[in-house]
């Protein structure tokens, strides 16, 4: 079992930046690939971003590329998700999950944080 905590999720305004982490413990001798997604009120739930365990690979929603970085300090057994520039249509809880595969479809995540709201007003 791997249990995940997100944490630093707030209220911004647009233009803003966020960072928010995942914690994970219990069984983190595995080499699990992670990844973010969110879920606005009243919409499924999306992939935002993942990384492979090594780090080597990252993977990006087009919506947001080029606005958000994901990173992890395995030493820590946290995931980061960088958010910049962050606009009114980012506003969703944002969960953490973590998968043995490297993979965008949340079908395939096995564990999953509580998730934080990260909420942008325009």
């Known amino acids: 079992q791997v249990q995940l905590v997100e944490s630093g999720g707030g209220m911004v305004q647009a233009g803003s930046s966020l960072r928010l982490s995942c914690a994970a413990s219990g069984r983190t001798d595995s080499r699990y690939n992670m990844g973010w997604f969110r879920q606005a009120p009243g919409k499924e739930r999306e992939f935002v971003a993942a990384?492979?365990?090594?780090?080597?690979?990252?993977s990006y929603a087009g919506s947001v590329k080029g606005r958000f970085a994901i990173s992890r300090d395995n030493a820590k057994n946290t995931v980061y998700l960088q958010m910049d520039r962050l606009k009114p249509e980012d506003t969703a809880v944002y969960f953490c999950?973590?998968?043995?595969?490297?993979?965008?479809?949340?079908?395939?995540?096995?564990?999953w944080g509580q998730g934080t709201q990260v909420t942008v007003s325009s």
């Open positions: 990384i492979s365990w090594s780090g080597t690979w990252t």
């Open positions: 999950a973590a998968s043995p595969l490297g993979t965008r479809d949340s079908s395939l995540y096995n564990y």
